[in-house]
T-cell receptor, first 111, second 119 residues
Framework: LAKTTQPISMDSYEGQEVNITCSHN???????ITWYQQFPSQGPRFIIQ???TKVTNEVASLFIPADRKSSTLSLPRVSLSDTAVYYC????????????FGSGTRLLVRP | DTEVTQTPKHLVMGMTNKKSLKCEQH?????MYWYKQKAKKPPELMFV???????INESVPSRFSPECPNSSLLNLHLHALQPEDSALYLC??????????????????FGAGTRLSVL
């Protein structure tokens, strides 16, 4: 069964770097990996996306190994406002293509 | 304008009621999505519309009936729901799909959702 796996939760302190990994074993060959952030009572919000190697924007970096069976979201110097749930979004193959959110990682940033 | 607007924000309904959820976007996106999200779980895809036509139905029970009257509007009609249907219902929109299926490359813009309680 194609699925994604993320750590349920992570704790960090302000100013630290946080790395969140998503495992996706049957990812569609030609599709991207996208990460979203969700605050309580809000819809998910786009953070970053990539296809392979490393992508960086103004808020995060995304590392994707050559086999693309996982991806790692890196948040540099987190602040209290980064406390949220983080999801990867991928297309998996499981007798058909499925657009699937990862299980989600709850990040708590402490002062 | 990158806003997706969902109404109502909250909805309480009985199992015999008929109600509708509404979603609106003015970004010119031609793909629109409905998701269901239970507490502490990821959003689960229900329906996708592409160019106002239903493209994906993820085996959703018929008590949920989507409708896309035009390129800016998406409705979800609810009838004879069960208590287990209580959840946050999220709408999203994105650019049109590529390669015959809905790509994770298409950045989705989400509304804040409608929190539905079925009594």
């Amino acid at each position: 069964l194609a699925k994604t796996t993320q750590p349920i939760s992570m704790d960090s302190y302000e100013g630290q770097e946080v790395n969140i990994t998503c495992s996706h074993n049957n990812i569609a060959t030609n599709d991207y990996i996208t990460w979203y952030q969700q605050f309580p009572s809000q819809g998910p919000r786009f953070i970053i996306q990539g296809y392979k190697t490393k992508v960086t924007n103004e808020v995060a970096s995304l590392f994707i190994p050559a086999d693309r069976k996982s991806s790692t979201l890196s948040l540099p110097r987190v602040s209290l406002s980064d406390t949220a749930v983080y999801y990867c979004l991928v297309v998996l193959w499981d007798s058909s293509y499925k657009l699937i959110f990862g299980s989600g990682t709850r990040l708590l940033v402490r002062p | 304008d990158t806003e997706v607007t969902q109404t109502p924000k909250h909805l309480v309904m009985g199992m015999t009621n008929k109600k509708s959820l509404k979603c609106e976007q003015h970004m010119g996106h031609r793909a629109m999505y409905w998701y269901k999200q239970k507490a502490k779980k990821p959003p689960e895809l229900m329906f996708v519309y592409s160019y106002e036509k239903l493209s994906i139905n993820e085996s959703v029970p018929s008590r949920f009936s989507p409708e896309c009257p035009n390129s800016s509007l998406l409705n979800l009609h609810l009838h004879a729901l069960q208590p287990e249907d209580s959840a946050l219902y999220l709408c999203a929109s994105s650019q049109e799909p590529s390669e015959g299926y809905f790509s994770a490359k298409n950045i989705q813009y989400f509304g804040a959702g409608t929190r539905l309680s079925v009594l």
